[in-house]
């Protein structure tokens, strides 16, 4: 089924540990985002990457990198994990302007002890 | 930057009555409004959205109006259904340059009693 495939879908890391979230789409989009989601903050940007070759920080970029690797696959990397980013991690895609709106992958819950 | 908030953040219905869900936005570039739905566990999936140049959107249940002029938009669910229970977020592209970057409210967790 075409869509946002997110792997791994569950992580528990040490404090301290590294870690990469690895994402790919195969809708032919030009657009990818990182988003964390936190109870009562809603979907906080981490970062974005509007075309393959270009990323961009987002709300909330401290903490991690990225790589657009080509158009299908966008990665999210903790170098240091910390409680802090104890969170469930989602994908997206959508079309340049987002016309119709984001697909997203299922997620990653990740805790960080 | 844009900024979006969502009231209320819980919302707790009889099935068969309405719920509204309001957002108010920052940046008045913004021109593109979403709104997601998220069952527990799932990833959010995209049930409406409105665009600038319409005041108003509707699809079976549900219903999104948007005043451009006051920056605020909201979400109609009518004859609610226990599953519409879920979270409710909505979202506002950033204007300018900033293509398809999404701000999202904090979210609402609607409640349908059988």
């Known amino acids: 089924n075409a869509g946002v495939t997110q792997t791994p879908k569950f992580q528990v890391l040490k404090t301290g540990q590294s870690m990469t979230l690895q994402c790919a789409q195969d809708?032919?989009?030009?657009?990818m985002y990182w988003y964390r989601q936190d109870p009562g903050m809603g979907l906080r940007l981490i970062y974005y990457?509007?075309?393959?070759?270009?990323?961009d920080k987002g709300e909330v970029p401290n903490g991690y990198n990225v790589s657009r690797l080509n158009k299908r696959e966008f990665s999210l990397r903790l170098e240091s994990a910390a409680p802090s980013q104890t969170s469930v991690y989602f994908c997206?895609?959508?079309?340049?302007?987002?016309?119709?709106?984001?697909?997203f992958g299922s997620g990653t819950r990740l805790t960080v002890v | 930057g844009e900024n979006v908030e969502q009231h209320p953040s819980t919302l707790s219905v009889q099935e068969g009555d309405s719920a509204v869900i309001k957002c108010t936005y920052s940046?008045?570039?913004?021109?593109?409004f979403p709104w997601y739905k998220q069952e527990l566990g799932k990833r959010p999936q995209l049930i409406i959205d409105?665009?600038?140049?319409?005041g108003e959107k509707k699809d079976q249940r549900i219903a999104v109006t948007l005043n451009k002029t006051a920056k605020h938009f909201s979400l109609h669910i009518t004859e609610t259904q226990p599953e519409d229970s879920a979270v409710y977020f909505c979202?506002?592209?950033?204007?300018?340059?900033?293509?398809?970057?999404?701000?999202f409210g904090q979210g609402t967790i609607l409640t349908v009693h059988p």
């Open positions: 997206a895609s959508s079309d340049r302007w987002a016309n119709y709106g984001y697909t």
């Open positions: 809708m032919n989009h030009n657009s």
């Open positions: 990457s509007a075309s393959e070759g270009t990323t």
């Open positions: 940046d008045s570039a913004s021109n593109y």
């Open positions: 409105i665009r600038s140049n319409v």
């Open positions: 979202a506002a592209n950033a204007g300018g340059t900033s293509y398809g970057k999404l701000t």
